[in-house]
Protein backbone atom coordinates (compact mmCIF):
# COMPACT_ATOMS: atom_id res chain seq x y z
CA UNK A 1 0.00 0.00 0.00
CA UNK A 2 3.00 2.04 0.64
CA UNK A 3 4.12 1.61 -2.39
CA UNK A 4 1.40 2.26 -4.20
CA UNK A 5 1.11 5.63 -2.78
CA UNK A 6 4.76 6.61 -3.40
CA UNK A 7 4.00 5.98 -7.09
CA UNK A 8 0.80 7.62 -7.22
CA UNK A 9 2.49 10.67 -5.53
CA UNK A 10 5.18 10.34 -8.09
CA UNK A 11 2.76 10.60 -10.89
CA UNK A 12 1.00 13.55 -9.83
CA UNK A 13 4.66 15.25 -9.25
CA UNK A 14 5.27 14.12 -12.83
CA UNK A 15 1.60 15.86 -13.80
CA UNK A 16 2.32 18.61 -11.94
CA UNK A 17 -0.35 18.12 -9.92
CA UNK A 18 -0.70 19.85 -6.25
CA UNK A 19 -2.82 17.18 -4.13
CA UNK A 20 -4.45 19.44 -1.56
CA UNK A 21 -3.99 18.75 1.73
CA UNK A 22 -6.40 16.00 3.88
CA UNK A 23 -8.97 17.45 5.81
CA UNK A 24 -8.38 16.26 8.89
CA UNK A 25 -11.58 17.85 10.84
CA UNK A 26 -14.49 16.83 8.74
CA UNK A 27 -17.52 15.89 10.31
CA UNK A 28 -17.53 12.19 11.19
CA UNK A 29 -19.83 9.19 10.20
CA UNK A 30 -20.86 6.52 11.73
CA UNK A 31 -22.47 3.17 10.41
CA UNK A 32 -22.73 0.98 13.52
CA UNK A 33 -24.44 1.39 16.47
CA UNK A 34 -20.73 0.26 17.75
CA UNK A 35 -19.66 3.42 16.02
CA UNK A 36 -21.55 5.90 17.82
CA UNK A 37 -20.64 8.10 20.87
CA UNK A 38 -21.26 7.11 24.29
CA UNK A 39 -24.47 9.55 24.47
CA UNK A 40 -26.23 8.81 21.51
CA UNK A 41 -25.55 5.11 22.28
CA UNK A 42 -27.22 5.53 25.80
CA UNK A 43 -30.27 7.25 24.37
CA UNK A 44 -30.44 4.21 21.97
CA UNK A 45 -30.72 2.29 24.59
CA UNK A 46 -33.09 4.39 27.31
CA UNK A 47 -35.92 4.43 24.56
CA UNK A 48 -35.17 0.92 23.63
CA UNK A 49 -35.85 0.27 27.28
CA UNK A 50 -38.63 2.90 27.60
CA UNK A 51 -40.24 1.13 24.01
CA UNK A 52 -39.90 -2.23 25.44
CA UNK A 53 -41.57 -1.44 28.82
CA UNK A 54 -43.65 0.99 28.35
CA UNK A 55 -44.74 1.34 24.72
CA UNK A 56 -44.96 -1.94 22.73
CA UNK A 57 -47.31 -4.01 25.76
CA UNK A 58 -50.06 -0.72 25.28
CA UNK A 59 -49.49 0.05 21.38
CA UNK A 60 -52.18 -2.40 20.52
CA UNK A 61 -55.44 -1.56 22.66
CA UNK A 62 -54.06 2.72 21.82
CA UNK A 63 -53.94 1.60 18.15
CA UNK A 64 -57.77 -0.36 18.54
CA UNK A 65 -59.45 2.15 21.03
CA UNK A 66 -57.83 4.96 19.36
CA UNK A 67 -56.46 6.38 22.86
CA UNK A 68 -54.10 9.14 22.95
CA UNK A 69 -51.07 7.94 24.87
CA UNK A 70 -51.14 10.79 27.31
CA UNK A 71 -49.34 9.01 29.96
CA UNK A 72 -46.43 8.05 27.83
CA UNK A 73 -46.43 11.17 25.79
CA UNK A 74 -45.62 13.07 29.62
CA UNK A 75 -43.11 10.17 30.29
CA UNK A 76 -41.51 10.99 27.49
CA UNK A 77 -41.70 14.56 28.29
CA UNK A 78 -39.78 14.23 31.57
CA UNK A 79 -36.99 11.89 29.29
CA UNK A 80 -36.22 15.06 27.71
CA UNK A 81 -37.10 13.18 24.21
CA UNK A 82 -39.86 15.91 23.51
CA UNK A 83 -37.35 18.66 23.27
CA UNK A 84 -34.26 16.37 22.43
CA UNK A 85 -32.86 18.44 19.65
CA UNK A 86 -33.61 21.81 20.97
CA UNK A 87 -31.37 23.96 22.84
CA UNK A 88 -31.32 23.22 26.51
CA UNK A 89 -31.49 27.17 27.42
CA UNK A 90 -34.79 26.61 25.87
CA UNK A 91 -36.16 23.93 27.57
CA UNK A 92 -34.38 21.08 25.35
CA UNK A 93 -32.22 18.45 25.95
CA UNK A 94 -29.87 20.11 23.65
CA UNK A 95 -28.81 17.04 21.72
CA UNK A 96 -28.39 16.81 18.54
CA UNK A 97 -30.51 15.57 14.94
CA UNK A 98 -28.82 12.11 14.83
CA UNK A 99 -29.85 11.62 18.88
CA UNK A 100 -33.45 12.46 17.36
CA UNK A 101 -33.23 10.38 14.81
CA UNK A 102 -32.10 7.41 16.84
CA UNK A 103 -34.61 8.27 19.10
CA UNK A 104 -37.19 8.85 16.81
CA UNK A 105 -36.51 5.07 15.70
CA UNK A 106 -36.70 3.07 18.95
CA UNK A 107 -39.82 5.09 20.05
CA UNK A 108 -41.81 4.12 16.66
CA UNK A 109 -40.47 0.79 16.94
CA UNK A 110 -42.19 0.57 20.07
CA UNK A 111 -45.50 2.67 18.84
CA UNK A 112 -45.49 4.70 15.66
CA UNK A 113 -48.37 6.93 17.01
CA UNK A 114 -46.13 7.99 20.14
CA UNK A 115 -43.81 8.41 17.11
CA UNK A 116 -45.38 10.68 15.02
CA UNK A 117 -46.68 12.65 18.15
CA UNK A 118 -43.12 13.68 18.92
CA UNK A 119 -41.85 14.27 15.03
CA UNK A 120 -44.91 16.89 14.50
CA UNK A 121 -44.43 18.40 17.90
CA UNK A 122 -40.80 18.39 17.92
CA UNK A 123 -39.86 18.38 14.16
CA UNK A 124 -42.92 20.75 12.58
CA UNK A 125 -43.15 23.03 15.86
CA UNK A 126 -40.31 23.45 17.72
CA UNK A 127 -38.18 23.41 14.99
CA UNK A 128 -38.74 26.45 13.08
CA UNK A 129 -40.14 28.82 16.77
CA UNK A 130 -36.12 27.75 17.34
CA UNK A 131 -34.78 28.60 13.94
CA UNK A 132 -36.87 31.60 13.18
CA UNK A 133 -38.42 32.69 16.45
CA UNK A 134 -37.60 35.76 18.66
CA UNK A 135 -36.26 35.87 22.00
CA UNK A 136 -39.80 36.52 23.09
CA UNK A 137 -41.46 34.05 21.01
CA UNK A 138 -39.28 31.00 22.33
CA UNK A 139 -39.97 32.25 26.05
CA UNK A 140 -43.76 31.71 25.29
CA UNK A 141 -44.00 29.31 22.24
CA UNK A 142 -40.87 27.08 22.86
CA UNK A 143 -39.90 26.83 26.41
CA UNK A 144 -42.44 25.08 28.00
CA UNK A 145 -43.25 23.02 24.73
CA UNK A 146 -39.35 21.80 24.70
CA UNK A 147 -39.82 20.71 28.29
CA UNK A 148 -42.50 18.51 27.37
CA UNK A 149 -44.88 20.55 29.51
CA UNK A 150 -47.28 21.15 26.36
CA UNK A 151 -48.11 19.94 22.90
CA UNK A 152 -47.62 21.94 19.24
CA UNK A 153 -48.74 21.10 15.73
CA UNK A 154 -48.03 22.42 12.53
CA UNK A 155 -50.28 24.08 10.24
CA UNK A 156 -49.60 23.93 6.61
CA UNK A 157 -51.88 21.66 4.58
CA UNK A 158 -55.23 22.87 3.51
CA UNK A 159 -58.22 20.63 2.36
CA UNK A 160 -57.48 22.11 -1.38
CA UNK A 161 -53.66 22.32 -1.75
CA UNK A 162 -52.52 19.14 -1.14
CA UNK A 163 -48.48 19.02 -1.92
CA UNK A 164 -48.91 22.74 -3.06
CA UNK A 165 -47.30 24.40 -0.15
CA UNK A 166 -47.16 27.73 -1.89
CA UNK A 167 -50.99 27.34 -2.55
CA UNK A 168 -52.33 28.61 1.24
CA UNK A 169 -56.08 29.81 0.88
CA UNK A 170 -55.84 30.78 4.40
CA UNK A 171 -55.51 34.39 4.80
CA UNK A 172 -54.21 36.95 7.35
CA UNK A 173 -55.33 40.28 7.54
CA UNK A 174 -53.31 43.30 9.12
CA UNK A 175 -55.12 45.48 10.98
CA UNK A 176 -53.01 48.64 11.46
CA UNK A 177 -55.03 50.21 14.25
CA UNK A 178 -55.34 47.38 16.17
CA UNK A 179 -51.91 46.28 15.48
CA UNK A 180 -52.84 42.54 14.62
CA UNK A 181 -53.75 39.82 12.44
CA UNK A 182 -57.40 38.47 11.63
CA UNK A 183 -56.80 34.98 10.10
CA UNK A 184 -59.32 33.03 7.91
CA UNK A 185 -59.14 29.58 6.55
CA UNK A 186 -59.21 26.06 7.53
CA UNK A 187 -56.16 23.83 7.46
CA UNK A 188 -55.97 19.86 7.03
CA UNK A 189 -54.94 16.49 8.17
CA UNK A 190 -53.09 18.27 11.26
CA UNK A 191 -51.21 16.03 13.51
CA UNK A 192 -51.82 16.65 17.40
CA UNK A 193 -54.74 18.95 16.88
CA UNK A 194 -56.50 18.30 19.66
CA UNK A 195 -53.70 17.82 22.10
CA UNK A 196 -51.71 20.87 20.99
CA UNK A 197 -51.91 24.06 22.64
CA UNK A 198 -50.70 26.28 19.91
CA UNK A 199 -49.84 25.82 16.55
CA UNK A 200 -47.40 27.30 13.53
CA UNK A 201 -50.01 28.41 10.88
CA UNK A 202 -49.21 29.62 7.37
CA UNK A 203 -51.45 32.18 5.55
CA UNK A 204 -51.04 34.54 2.72
CA UNK A 205 -50.58 38.12 3.48
CA UNK A 206 -49.87 39.07 0.29
CA UNK A 207 -51.52 36.95 -2.88
CA UNK A 208 -50.22 39.17 -5.40
CA UNK A 209 -46.60 37.74 -4.75
CA UNK A 210 -47.85 34.03 -4.92
CA UNK A 211 -45.31 31.95 -2.61
CA UNK A 212 -43.52 34.90 -1.52
CA UNK A 213 -46.93 36.26 -0.35
CA UNK A 214 -46.93 33.59 2.36
CA UNK A 215 -46.15 34.05 6.77
CA UNK A 216 -45.98 32.04 9.36
CA UNK A 217 -47.72 32.58 12.59
CA UNK A 218 -48.00 31.54 16.36
CA UNK A 219 -51.73 30.87 16.80
CA UNK A 220 -52.33 29.67 20.68
CA UNK A 221 -55.43 27.33 20.33
CA UNK A 222 -56.61 27.38 23.51
CA UNK A 223 -59.34 29.50 24.60
CA UNK A 224 -59.22 31.41 21.55
CA UNK A 225 -62.19 33.27 19.94
CA UNK A 226 -63.17 31.94 16.21
CA UNK A 227 -60.69 29.47 16.55
CA UNK A 228 -62.47 25.24 16.44
CA UNK A 229 -61.51 21.67 15.52
CA UNK A 230 -62.66 19.69 13.15
CA UNK A 231 -63.93 15.94 13.98
CA UNK A 232 -60.96 13.23 14.69
CA UNK A 233 -60.24 11.62 11.54
CA UNK A 234 -60.95 7.85 11.07
CA UNK A 235 -58.06 6.87 9.89
CA UNK A 236 -56.10 3.74 8.48
CA UNK A 237 -53.20 3.91 10.67
CA UNK A 238 -51.36 5.85 13.64
CA UNK A 239 -54.50 5.94 15.45
CA UNK A 240 -53.32 6.91 18.55
CA UNK A 241 -52.55 9.75 17.51
CA UNK A 242 -55.48 13.14 16.93
CA UNK A 243 -55.73 14.17 13.06
CA UNK A 244 -58.24 16.82 12.79
CA UNK A 245 -59.08 20.23 10.34
CA UNK A 246 -58.00 23.47 12.58
CA UNK A 247 -60.81 26.03 11.60
CA UNK A 248 -60.23 29.46 11.74
CA UNK A 249 -62.90 32.23 11.48
CA UNK A 250 -61.65 36.01 12.80
CA UNK A 251 -59.21 34.84 14.54
CA UNK A 252 -56.89 37.64 16.08
CA UNK A 253 -53.40 37.17 17.22
CA UNK A 254 -51.23 40.05 18.17
CA UNK A 255 -48.48 41.36 15.25
CA UNK A 256 -46.23 39.96 17.83
CA UNK A 257 -46.82 36.62 17.07
CA UNK A 258 -45.64 36.80 13.70
CA UNK A 259 -43.26 34.38 12.90
CA UNK A 260 -40.06 35.31 11.32
CA UNK A 261 -40.40 38.28 8.83
CA UNK A 262 -43.84 38.74 6.63
CA UNK A 263 -43.28 36.77 3.73
CA UNK A 264 -40.86 34.32 5.61
CA UNK A 265 -43.39 31.38 5.51
CA UNK A 266 -42.51 29.51 2.44
CA UNK A 267 -39.19 29.16 2.77
CA UNK A 268 -40.32 28.92 6.74
CA UNK A 269 -42.05 25.54 5.77
CA UNK A 270 -39.74 24.65 3.63
CA UNK A 271 -36.68 24.44 5.54
CA UNK A 272 -38.97 23.13 8.25
CA UNK A 273 -40.26 19.95 6.34
CA UNK A 274 -36.52 19.17 5.40
CA UNK A 275 -35.59 18.87 8.71
CA UNK A 276 -39.16 16.69 9.62
CA UNK A 277 -38.11 14.15 6.73
CA UNK A 278 -35.47 13.02 8.95
CA UNK A 279 -37.81 12.60 11.47
CA UNK A 280 -40.67 10.72 9.50
CA UNK A 281 -37.63 8.62 8.41
CA UNK A 282 -36.61 7.71 12.16
CA UNK A 283 -40.18 6.60 12.23
CA UNK A 284 -40.60 4.84 9.47
CA UNK A 285 -36.94 2.81 10.48
CA UNK A 286 -38.74 2.20 13.72
CA UNK A 287 -41.73 0.26 12.26
CA UNK A 288 -39.42 -1.39 9.84
CA UNK A 289 -37.66 -2.26 13.02
CA UNK A 290 -40.47 -3.48 14.42
CA UNK A 291 -41.28 -5.43 11.30
CA UNK A 292 -38.48 -7.60 11.33
CA UNK A 293 -38.27 -8.15 14.81
CA UNK A 294 -42.41 -9.62 14.49
CA UNK A 295 -41.17 -11.86 11.44
CA UNK A 296 -37.96 -13.15 12.59
CA UNK A 297 -39.64 -13.99 16.19
CA UNK A 298 -42.21 -15.78 14.87
CA UNK A 299 -40.07 -17.95 11.88
CA UNK A 300 -37.76 -19.04 14.63
CA UNK A 301 -40.93 -20.31 16.65
CA UNK A 302 -43.42 -21.69 13.93
CA UNK A 303 -42.38 -25.05 12.72
CA UNK A 304 -44.00 -26.60 9.41
CA UNK A 305 -42.74 -30.04 7.75
CA UNK A 306 -40.99 -30.90 10.53
CA UNK A 307 -38.80 -28.00 11.00
CA UNK A 308 -38.78 -23.95 11.93
CA UNK A 309 -39.89 -22.32 8.90
CA UNK A 310 -36.44 -20.04 9.66
CA UNK A 311 -34.98 -22.81 7.71
CA UNK A 312 -36.86 -22.13 4.84
CA UNK A 313 -34.71 -20.22 1.89
CA UNK A 314 -38.38 -18.44 1.03
CA UNK A 315 -38.24 -17.24 4.86
CA UNK A 316 -34.70 -16.64 4.87
CA UNK A 317 -34.70 -14.57 1.67
CA UNK A 318 -37.55 -12.22 2.98
CA UNK A 319 -35.69 -11.22 6.16
CA UNK A 320 -32.49 -10.75 4.18
CA UNK A 321 -34.61 -8.38 1.91
CA UNK A 322 -36.11 -6.59 4.75
CA UNK A 323 -32.72 -6.13 6.58
CA UNK A 324 -30.97 -4.82 3.66
CA UNK A 325 -33.78 -2.48 2.84
CA UNK A 326 -33.67 -1.23 6.82
CA UNK A 327 -29.94 -0.90 7.47
CA UNK A 328 -29.29 0.85 3.90
CA UNK A 329 -32.34 3.40 4.83
CA UNK A 330 -30.72 4.34 8.20
CA UNK A 331 -27.68 4.80 6.85
CA UNK A 332 -29.14 7.19 4.77
CA UNK A 333 -31.13 8.94 7.50
CA UNK A 334 -27.89 9.03 9.73
CA UNK A 335 -25.90 10.95 6.99
CA UNK A 336 -28.99 13.70 6.53
CA UNK A 337 -28.98 13.66 10.31
CA UNK A 338 -25.08 14.16 10.54
CA UNK A 339 -25.08 16.78 7.02
CA UNK A 340 -27.99 18.81 9.47
CA UNK A 341 -25.68 18.82 12.67
CA UNK A 342 -23.10 20.37 10.67
CA UNK A 343 -24.76 23.14 9.03
CA UNK A 344 -24.17 22.04 5.89
CA UNK A 345 -27.04 21.58 2.98
CA UNK A 346 -29.09 18.34 3.29
CA UNK A 347 -32.08 19.12 1.38
CA UNK A 348 -31.32 15.87 -1.06
CA UNK A 349 -30.20 13.49 1.36
CA UNK A 350 -33.15 14.00 3.37
CA UNK A 351 -35.52 13.15 0.68
CA UNK A 352 -33.25 10.29 -0.02
CA UNK A 353 -33.74 9.47 4.09
CA UNK A 354 -37.72 9.79 3.79
CA UNK A 355 -38.00 7.84 0.96
CA UNK A 356 -36.03 4.84 1.44
CA UNK A 357 -37.25 4.62 4.83
CA UNK A 358 -41.12 4.58 4.18
CA UNK A 359 -40.21 2.64 1.20
CA UNK A 360 -38.61 0.08 3.79
CA UNK A 361 -41.18 0.08 6.23
CA UNK A 362 -44.38 -0.49 3.60
CA UNK A 363 -42.14 -3.57 2.03
CA UNK A 364 -41.05 -5.00 5.75
CA UNK A 365 -44.26 -4.82 6.94
CA UNK A 366 -45.83 -5.98 4.23
CA UNK A 367 -42.83 -9.22 3.87
CA UNK A 368 -43.63 -9.67 7.76
CA UNK A 369 -47.19 -10.33 7.24
CA UNK A 370 -46.44 -13.21 4.77
CA UNK A 371 -44.26 -14.61 7.00
CA UNK A 372 -46.85 -14.98 9.38
CA UNK A 373 -48.78 -16.11 7.18
CA UNK A 374 -52.99 -15.93 8.11
CA UNK A 375 -51.64 -15.36 11.56
CA UNK A 376 -50.40 -11.78 10.23
CA UNK A 377 -53.79 -11.12 8.85
CA UNK A 378 -55.33 -10.67 12.60
CA UNK A 379 -55.21 -8.10 15.46
CA UNK A 380 -53.98 -10.64 17.45
CA UNK A 381 -49.97 -10.30 15.80
CA UNK A 382 -48.72 -6.52 15.80
CA UNK A 383 -47.23 -7.04 12.16
CA UNK A 384 -51.04 -6.29 10.56
CA UNK A 385 -50.65 -2.93 13.09
CA UNK A 386 -47.40 -2.30 11.64
CA UNK A 387 -48.41 -2.86 7.89
CA UNK A 388 -51.34 0.09 8.48
CA UNK A 389 -49.04 2.47 10.04
CA UNK A 390 -46.21 1.85 7.59
CA UNK A 391 -48.24 3.41 4.83
CA UNK A 392 -48.92 6.70 6.18
CA UNK A 393 -45.06 7.50 5.33
CA UNK A 394 -44.90 7.42 2.23
CA UNK A 395 -47.85 10.50 2.50
CA UNK A 396 -47.25 12.95 4.91
CA UNK A 397 -44.38 15.07 4.83
CA UNK A 398 -44.39 14.90 1.14
CA UNK A 399 -45.16 12.27 -0.95
CA UNK A 400 -42.79 9.71 -2.20
CA UNK A 401 -43.73 11.21 -5.46
CA UNK A 402 -42.43 15.00 -4.35
CA UNK A 403 -39.47 12.75 -2.72
CA UNK A 404 -38.17 12.09 -6.17
CA UNK A 405 -38.76 15.64 -7.63
CA UNK A 406 -36.42 17.04 -4.52
CA UNK A 407 -34.18 14.55 -5.27
CA UNK A 408 -34.10 14.81 -8.94
CA UNK A 409 -34.20 18.06 -8.99
CA UNK A 410 -30.93 18.77 -6.53
CA UNK A 411 -28.99 16.27 -8.67
CA UNK A 412 -29.61 18.36 -11.94
CA UNK A 413 -28.84 21.35 -10.30
CA UNK A 414 -25.52 19.31 -9.74
CA UNK A 415 -24.74 18.56 -12.92
CA UNK A 416 -25.84 21.89 -14.43
CA UNK A 417 -23.07 23.43 -11.97
CA UNK A 418 -20.80 21.02 -12.98
CA UNK A 419 -20.97 21.91 -16.68
CA UNK A 420 -21.25 25.42 -16.70
Known amino acids: AAAA ?41 MCRKFADEELSPNAHDWDKNHIYPKDAIAAMGELGLMGIAVDDEHGGAGMDYLA ?9 RGCASAGVIMSAH ?10 FGSDAQK ?8 SGQKLGCFGLSEPGNGSDAGAAST ?6 GNDTYVLNGTKAWITNAHEAECSVIFATTDKDLKHKGISAFLVPMKDMQGFSLGA ?5 GIRASSTSNLIMEDVIIPKSNLLGETGQGFKIAMKTLDAGRIGVAGQALGIASASIDCAVKYSLEREAFGKSISNLQSIQN ?4 MSVARDSARLLTWRAAILKDSGRSFTKEAAMAKLAASEAATMCAHQAIQVLGGMGYVSDMPAERHYRDARIT ?10 HLVIAGNVLKEYKDLLE
Open 5 to 45: AAAAAAAVAVAGITLPTPNRSRTRTYTTYDDLPEEHRMIRD
Open 232 to 236: KEDKL
Open 171 to 176: IAVYDE
Open 100 to 108: YAIAMEEIS
Open 139 to 146: EEFLEPYA
Open 318 to 321: KISQ
Open 394 to 403: EIYEGTSEIQ
Open 122 to 131: LSLYCGPVQA
